[in-house]
């Protein structure tokens, strides 16, 4: 017996092996004991909350069970190292160390509770809005949340652990602004992408024309934006220009405005101009795409080879617009050919005059 008490009163590293199994001990205890909490809350606590009314508590609990484990675990690490002596500047690193992942731990536990928040807000924004969008802006807002989170998170463990973080941001500030004057067309394009995501002048799926090129909104990023033509190309085009540019919605247009202009020959009679205004309201008014109510046709004018009529209707929002301006189409040189209407081309009559002699 006295043998094992000696044994264990000797020293090793300035403490006694007894010291150093207790401790060790403690931190055996400690982890069993997280386990045991971590146990309690994703088995009986979960049970409990899903007779809830709400699911915001079920998600929070699944997010916090290994946070609040790995805080039970320092918690007891804390106790078991200050059962142990060390020298100044060891126990000093231990302290700072011990501070700085503590305020790390607690950091976890904030990003995870914030991110079920954002998600859950977003989920009932997109109920709403019935959107694609809104899961880019979820992705980019959870994202930003994490990087602040973390950031003062890690400021404030180094502030606490004794560190100068003044002097550390004073030097990042200054290579900070250095990093900001060479990149200005990024940030140009991070703010033009925040307007997009806020003010929506278009979401995935949308028809847009911007400038000279129009298709289809394949992508929506933070620094750019992605459009398929019809051509089935994809350009990419930076976020700064919808700040510059204007932006032309196809796809939030009420109907789609067609213009047609028809030139006949000028052997037309006003009997046959009728006619063919007659025959085109009728094409209008036969096409279930077409809102004829609101088509414009009339004899505009004398041209230098014929003469025209301009012919104005308009597609409903949700008729396919290539194939109803190719159906109206044909329905014109058909009917036209029928009612024998000529259509004029570019053509030049000359006259001899043959006077006679003096």
């Keep these: 017996m006295n043998t094992i008490y000696s044994f264990l009163q000797h020293k090793f590293y300035r403490n006694t092996i007894e010291d150093w199994l207790i401790s060790l001990a403690i931190l055996v205890v400690t982890v069993l004991f997280a386990r045991a909490i971590y146990w309690l809350i994703s088995t009986i606590l979960r049970q409990f909350t899903k007779h809830t009314n709400n699911e915001i508590d079920d998600l929070i609990l699944q997010k916090i069970d290994t946070p609040v484990a790995l805080g039970i675990i320092l918690i007891g690490s804390r106790f078991a190292i200050e059962r142990i002596e060390f020298s100044k500047v060891i126990d000093t690193y ?50 930003t949340s994490v990087f602040i989170l973390w950031s003062v998170g890690a400021i404030v463990g180094l502030n606490n652990a004794g560190f100068d973080v003044g002097a550390l941001i004073a030097g990042l500030g200054i290579g900070g602004l250095a990093v900001a004057l060479a990149a200005q067309d990024t940030v140009k394009n991070i703010i033009g992408g925040l307007i997009v995501f806020v003010d929506k002048p278009f979401r995935l799926g949308d028809i847009v024309k911007i400038g000279d090129i129009e298709g289809v909104v394949a992508y929506i990023g933070i620094r750019s934006t992605r459009v398929r033509t019809y051509a089935g190309r ?21 109907s789609r405005r067609v213009v047609i202009n028809l030139g006949l020959v000028y ?23 077409v809102n004829d109510v609101e088509s414009i046709i009339f004899f505009e004018k004398f041209s230098d ?46 006259y001899e005059y043959k006077g006679g002699e003096k």
């Excluded at 790390?104 to 928040?117: D, E, K, M, P, Q």
């Excluded at 994809?234 to 009420?254: D, G, H, Q, R």
């Excluded at 052997?267 to 795409?289: F, G, R, V, W, Y």
């Excluded at 012919?311 to 949700?318: E, G, L, P, S, W």
Aim: charge should be neutral.
């Design 94 to 143: 231990i302290q700072r160390g011990f501070v700085f992942i503590s305020a790390l731990a607690i950091t976890w536990l904030v990003t995870r509770i914030v991110r079920v928040l954002v998600e859950q807000y977003f989920k009932q924004y997109r109920d709403i809005e019935q959107g694609i969008q809104e899961d880019q802006m979820l992705s980019i807002t959870k994202r």
């Design 234 to 254: 994809v350009i990419t085009l930076p976020n700064a220009k919808f700040t510059e540019s204007s932006i032309e919605n196809i796809t939030l247009e009420p």
């Design 267 to 289: 052997q037309t009679t006003p009997e046959k101009m009728n006619q063919a205004i007659e025959l085109l309201k009728d094409i209008m008014k036969k096409s279930p795409h």
């Design 305 to 350: 080879f014929s003469l025209d009529i301009k012919c104005i209707y308009f597609i409903h929002k949700n008729s396919n617009i290539f194939e109803t301006q190719h159906e109206i189409n044909l329905a014109i040189l058909n009917q036209f050919n029928t009612a024998g209407l000529e259509f004029a081309y570019p053509t030049q009559t000359s």
